[in-house]
Structure formats: C-alpha cells, structure tokens
C-alpha cells in the first residue's frame, strides 16, 4: 500500500523560506472544512472558505504562514515511555512479584541457591515479554507512511514539486495515473479520474469522480463523497486537480489516527488466568505459613523454627517455572506457526486465538481476492450464458457453454461482445498486473481467456466519451485499417439499452422488442442477485441506434479453501462475521457462497443502521447478525467492542487502513501479510504471510494446542507442589522426622520446574484438540477436572513415599538409606507422572513413546541425574543419600508406576465411556 509518487528526488527546501511573520494574517481568516462539508459546497465556496485562488493557488509566504498555524502534513506520534520504563513495568504482574517476593525470603532464610534459580526464572521471563512488547509498538508510525514523499502542488501561480509535508489546507494540487494523494482534496477538475480508495472505504472497484455538489440533505458516507479525494489513496486512471481541505491528522486517515491512539491494548485470556493464578498461589502461600505456624505454635514449638518451615513450604508451593514454561511454550508456537505462514507479532496472541470465539472479518482482499473477475457473459442469441473459469488476473482460464469450451467459430457473438469490450476500454496489463480500471482490466483478461488478442493497436480511437455518474456509460468511436468508423459502448445494462435498437445474433441484427428488454432485464436481475457487478456492451455504425451485444458479471471471487475453514471454525463453535463496505445484495452473495450467512436463519445489517442503535439494540440482534454492510472503520470498532460486551474473544481480520483501529480494538488482530496495509500489519498480533483465510485454522489449532499443553504442565507441576507440600506437612504434624532434607527438596524442586516439566509444554499439537469448543475467556485454567488429577496423583505420590519412609524407619530407625530411598520414590513416582501427564484424556500408547524426543531426553537426563546422586561420592555427601540394591531400584520403579496404570486405567474407562454416549447418541 505504501508507495510514493513516482519521483523521489532527495528533500529539497521549499522555494523560499521568508522571516516568519509576527502573526499569521489570513490563515486566521479561513476556516475549517471537513470533507462532508466540502463535499456538499461549490468549488467557489470551498475556495473562499479556504481563502485560496483556484488558479494561483498560495504563496510561498502565506503557505508558511499556515504551516505555522497547522503544522506540517505528517502524523505527531505521542513521546513514548522510555525503554527502562518499559522493562520495569514488566515487574508489576501478580505471578512475577510473587517470586520476587519468595526469591527474597529464600535469600532470608539462607537458601541462595533457590533464591538464584527464582530470580534467573524472572529475568528471562521479563526480558523476553519485554522485546515482544517493544517490537510491537509501532502501529502509530506506520500512519506516517501514507503521506507520500512528495507531490505537485500549484504555488505563486506555477506547479512545483516540493515534499508532501509541506501542504497546508488551501494549496492547489495536480494528480494522475500511479500519484497517491497527499491530503484530503475537494476536487475542483476530475478527466476520466477513478481512485482506488479500498483500503480507506473498503470498496473493490475504483469510483469515479466528479466536481459536482452533492447537497441532498442527507450525511453521505466516504465511498459516496465522489468529489473529494482522500489521504493515502492511488489514483487509477485519470487525472485530477483540487484544493486541499485537510492535512494530517485532520484528514480521514487522521480520524483513523486519532481513534488508534484511544485504543488501549487488551488483555489475553491467557494473561487473565495468569494473573488470577498468580493471586490464588499467593493466598494459598500464606493460608499454608498461617495453618503451619498455628499447628507447631499449639505443639509447643518455637516461634522462629515453625516461620522458617512454613515459608519454606510457600516458597515450594510456588511454581517458578510457570513463567518460563509459558513463555516457552508460547514462543515454540509462534516458530511453529510461522511454518504455516503466520507471523505472530505478540506472545500471547498466540494461545488467544485458540480461545476466540468470534472472528470479524473484512471481506475485500481477506474473504475474497481482491481481484475482479469476469465471471459470467450473457449474450441474447439463444439466450447463451458463458461461463469464465480462473479467478483473478490469470489468463489461462476458459470460457465455457454448456460446459464446453467455447471459441470465435463456435460462438460469434460472444466474440463480437469481447471485441466491442476490448476497444471500449482504456486499461493496460503490464507484467501479470493491472494499470487502470481492474473492470477494465478484468474484460481484458477475460478477452485473452477466450482466445482472441487486443486488438486496439489495429484501430485509430478518434472519438471518446467517459463514463459518468450522468449519463452512466462509457464510448469510444473508432477506425479500422480499411477507414470504416464504428460506435462501441459499455455501461449499466439500462443505460446502454435505452441506446440500442436492435441486438446481435450470430451474423446480424434483429429488432430489440420490449420482449427481448424484458427477457435481458430479468437475467440482469438474477445476475445481481447472484452479486455480481454487472456492465452491458453494444456497438453500431451509427450511435443513435446502437446494437446491444450483450451483459458480462464481474465478481471478487472468494479465496481458495477459506469455504472449509470457516465450515471447521463453525463446527468448533466460532462465529465468522462479515464486515464489509460492499453492497447487500454482494456482501450477502458471497457469505452464501462462503457458508457463513443463510438467510433463513441469518440477518445482515447495514453500517446506517448502526447509527441509529443504542448499544442495546445491537447486542440484542448479535447472536443472528453474520454481515455487516457500507460500513466505516467507527462501525467495526462498534462491533467489536458490542461483542467483547457479551463476553466473547474477539479476532479481528484484516487488510485496510480502515481496519487498523478495529485490529488493534480487538482481543486478536489477525492483518493479511501481501495486501495489508503497513497501518494494518503493525496493529495487527498475528499477520498472515500468504493472505489466506485458511491460514487462521492453523493458528487456532496451534492457540488451543498450546492451552491444552499448558494445561498439562499445570497438571504435573502442581500436583508434584501438592505432594511434596502435603508429605512435608504431615511428617510435620505427625511428629516424625523430615523424610527429605534441604538439598533433597531443592532436587525435587530443580526436577519440577526444569527440562521434564517445560518439554510438556512442546508435547505436538493433538489433532482432536481442534474440534474443541473456544476455551471461555473467564474460565479459570485450574478447573475442577484438573484439581481432581492433581489431587489423585499428589494422593498416590504422598502415600507411596510415605510407605516407603515408613517400611525403611520401622525396624531400626531412620538412616541416610532411608531417607535415600524416600527420596528416590519420590522422584520416580515424579517420573512416571509427567508421563502420564503428556495428555488428559489419551493413553500413552495412543500419542507415542517417541512422539515428544525432548520429554525422553529430559526424562532420561533427570534419572542419570538421580542415580549420580545416589551411588557418587561427592554427591552422595551433598545430598545425604547411600548406594542403593539394584533389588531396591526394583521395587522403586514397580511401586511408582501404580500413578502411571491408574492414570491409564481412567483415562480407558473415559473412553469407554466417550464412545458408549456417541452410540447412545446416534440411536436416539
């Protein structure tokens, strides 16, 4: 989208720079005009109001005068917190202040090597959310790209060429083909000029405009305004010249500006369970300092010993590597994700897009290819309908009747009809791309479809009328070799038959009867309902009494697979929405056509009458509205925040300027990578590098899967927190010795939080996890389904080392063998639980042994780990432990493996029991 004017000599000064004047004079005269205004004024008055000279245009002085009083044309970009700032506000998350909070109590307490792993957890923890943060926070900048380097701008009465910035309100500026505007201009000379304003209005094909007033009394949306050009918009065909109204933040990009800056970015539904289970460890940490401190106090204990082991127990109750497994996780995600051509630009839109559950989309260049394309050609002989293959620009298509394909011999008058188009047309295609009016373009490629070449080098064009909102038809008149002069016109099918008084067969003419208008008006009709945008062509010797040829559909054909992805994100409950500019009749054509909109059950709603809705009235009519119609960039942020109201998570997808405010608004914005808008690209939290739809079904199976993972890590690292919080509490209660000591703990803790417990969190992504319902923003990621895992397993762990503590100390006290084997017991049993933790609902057998390579190696690591600690000397006398029997290991890892068969056993009986309701289900 960004692009400059063609010319990009190096910045020059403006012609002069005079003494600033004391106070600017009459730039305080002029008043300000918006676009609507403009557009509803004569060019004299807008002159006027503007205190201008539509021949002269401003002085030199006088246009610093105003530039003084304005400002230069560019977007002003808020001063932004420095980057120290920045990393420190990373600290104020519940679940970091928490660890800081316990990293300073184990260094209190002594324990400086807990203290060293907390802290080292925070730091990479921050600093990585800190650089994804700081790499997105460039969605303002990106505005100033649409003013483009330079322009042509009539000064002291001559055309100069000076750098955009410098325009002021009341300068004259000229335009034609490839020029972007360079402000909001009310056009005041306007020579066959069509502007491509889709990524402003969301309009596919180019409007062309006029100077007339448009005064009916009535508020005209932008895509009406047809005598005023917008800010960042290409022209494509045509020249132009007009005064500018606006510049800057005062033009209708600045309006999109100015509500981007408003907007302040959400939090995910990941960082809302973060946050809620950072706040539930922290009252449970000290629910479990007061019950530990209470109980030895009523034992007789000392004050000091039963603080020291009650924040011991807190600080093992906190999982400080949560953070570091989520993030880790998140970021595997996004490698992942830019494989499959999605390119995520903040962390945790990577989970969030797994828990949408409404997805809003634009429909030009996002649904559709942004692409016209002649579709269907009707001709009056027989009353043959063709049938164009290949959607967009590609010229290796056909043309088919009844399904064969059809040739100049075969079919002469679709061949007189695609003549007529290709000299009645004045765009070019250069290297595979349009360079005019992409209607005109797409008749061309139609042309080269059916076999025929362009022909208009072969004839001398010697007269042209242009199309017009008036007489809504465009002429040429032209000359062959032999110097015979024919009449060609194309335009709106009643147009072009209130010209024509015959129609064309195979070889002649016949008399058109009101019969034949009213047979070609109703295929008209069943065209339009189709969506299609329809133009009529005829041709003749004389242009009193044109011959009609026939009508030719264009459409913006919907992208390849994005029919199958909104079919699965419906099956897995997402709502795909549709927000366009377009008409009703085309933004309804193609939501049928995609699956998204039935009319049965369905209702679309224009951009109109969301203005005159409360904020009731539109959440009422949500649950049934699948399209949004002629809607502006105010609406859609409307939309998505009326969603967001009803508690849904809202993605937002993407390509145009005018989706910017409502991506950023949104819970996810999903911009396209190739037609996006820079505007777009930098609002955005994931971008699709193909522009495919379907790309969006591979994020929110990777967001789902990536919730599932973290899931299963809460699983394994709680219900080990569990364990090794309840057998130190019990011993504690109980009177009996400390079953494992300080350097113990800190290994189990180590085992915890490292390589076994974060390579759950890149287990493969299972594909059943798609057909899951969105997880709901407001559900806590501890349920009730994984208390009761942690509980079962941290139940088996505690009383099975226990046994064991219990079965060693009973006959001859409690050795250093016995807490070794209490120690180990316990890590075994740690072992065989994060396998069973690698799914919740399958079996081991069903996923793989081999399927997750990092789990095995971190798994094997940690055993080779145990038994060094248990059979070498050196670390034998660190942690206190004594060789052990082979026959003991034995014994160990058959008593261990009980969490494991019992984990399998439910997760069997769960799918048994799936499978008896499914059955049960298909007989009712």
Known sequence: ???????????????????????????????????????????????????????????????????????????????????????????????????????????????????????????????????????????????????????????????????????????????????????????????????????????????????????DGSEKQLAERRNMAFLGTLVRAGRGRGIVTATADRTEFGIVFRMMEDVEDP????????????????????????????VGLLQGRPLMGMFTIGVSLAVAAIPEGLPIVVTVTLALGVMRMAKRNAIVRKLPAVESLGSATVICSDKTGTLTENAMTVTRVYVHDRGTMATVTRAGYMEDGAVLVDGAVATAASQPALAKLFLASCLCNNATIRDGSIVGQPTEGALLIALKKFGLPDVRDQHERIMEQAFSSDHKFMMVACRNAAGAVAYYMKGTPDAVLQNCRTYWTSDEAHPLTPTDVDAIQRVVREMAVQGLRILAVAHGSDRAGMTFLGVVGFMDPPRAGVSDAISQLQQSGVIVTMITGDMKETAESIGQELGLFDPRHHQSVSGEALDQMNPGDLANILPSVRIFYRTIPRHKQSIVLAYKKLGHVVAMTGDGVNDAPALKQADIGVSMGQSGTDVAKEAADIILVDDNFSTIMAAVEEGKGIAYNIR???????????????????????????????????????????????????????????????????????????????????????????????????????????????????????????????????????????????????????????????????????????????????????????????????????????????????LV
């Open 1 to 215: 989208f960004v692009g400059s004017l063609g010319r990009c000599e190096p910045a020059r000064p403006m012609q002069a720079t005079p003494s600033p004047a004391p106070e600017p004079t009459t730039a305080e005269k002029m008043r300000e005009v918006t676009s609507q205004q403009a557009a509803q004024m004569a060019v004299e008055d807008v002159v006027h109001a503007l205190t201008s000279n539509d021949k002269e245009g401003l002085s030199t002085t006088e246009a610093f005068r105003r530039i003084q009083l304005y400002g230069y044309n560019e977007f002003e970009v808020h001063d932004e917190e420095p980057l120290w700032r920045k990393y420190l506000d990373q600290f104020k998350e519940p679940l970091i202040l928490l660890l800081l909070a316990s990293a300073v109590i184990s260094v209190l307490l002594g324990q400086y090597d807990d203290a060293f792993s907390i802290t080292l957890a925070i730091v990479i923890v921050v600093t990585v959310a800190f650089v994804q943060e700081y790499r997105s926070e460039k969605s303002l900048e990106a505005l100033n790209k649409l003013v483009p380097p330079r322009c042509h701008c009539v000064r002291d009465g001559r055309v100069q060429d000076f750098l955009a910035r410098e325009l002021v309100p009341g300068d004259m500026v000229v335009f034609s083909v490839g020029d972007r505007i360079p402000a909001d201009v009310r056009l005041i000379e306007a020579v066959d000029l069509a502007i491509d304003e889709s990524s402003l209005t969301g309009e596919t094909v180019p409007p062309t405009k006029h100077t007339k007033i448009i005064n």
């Open 267 to 294: 939090k995910t539904p990941l960082q809302i369970s973060m946050d809620q289970l950072g706040k539930q460890l922290s009252v449970f940490s000290f629910g479990v300092i007061g019950v530990i401190v209470l």
């Open 712 to 922: 299963n890590f809460l699983r394994f690292q709680l219900s080990t927190s569990v364990a090794a919080l309840a057998l130190i509490s019990i011993s504690t209660v109980a009177g009996f010795p400390a079953p494992l000591n300080a350097m113990q703990i800190l290994w189990i803790n180590i085992l915890m939080d490292g390589p076994p417990a974060q390579s759950l969190g890149v287990e493969p992504v299972d594909p059943d996890v798609i057909k899951l319902p969105p997880r709901k923003a407001n559900t806590p990621i501890i349920n009730r389904a994984l208390i009761i895992n942690v509980l079962v397993a941290a139940s088996l762990i505690v009383f099975g080392t226990l046994y064991v503590f219990w079965r060693e100390g009973a006959s001859d006290g409690f050795t250093a063998r016995d807490t070794t084997m209490t120690f180990t017991t316990f890590v075994c049993f740690d072992m065989f639980n994060a396998l069973s933790c690698r799914s919740s609902s399958k079996s081991v057998l069903q996923i793989g042994l081999l399927s997750n390579v990092p789990f095995l190696w971190a798994v094997g690591l940690s055993l080779v780990g145990q038994l060094g600690v248990i059979y070498l000397p050196p670390l034998q006398k660190i942690f206190q432990t004594e060789a052990l029997y082979f026959s003991d290991l034995a014994f160990i890892l058959c008593l261990t493996s009980s969490i494991l068969i019992v984990d399998e056993i439910r997760k069997a009986m769960r799918s048994k029991a799936r499978r008896h309701g499914a059955k049960s289900a298909e």
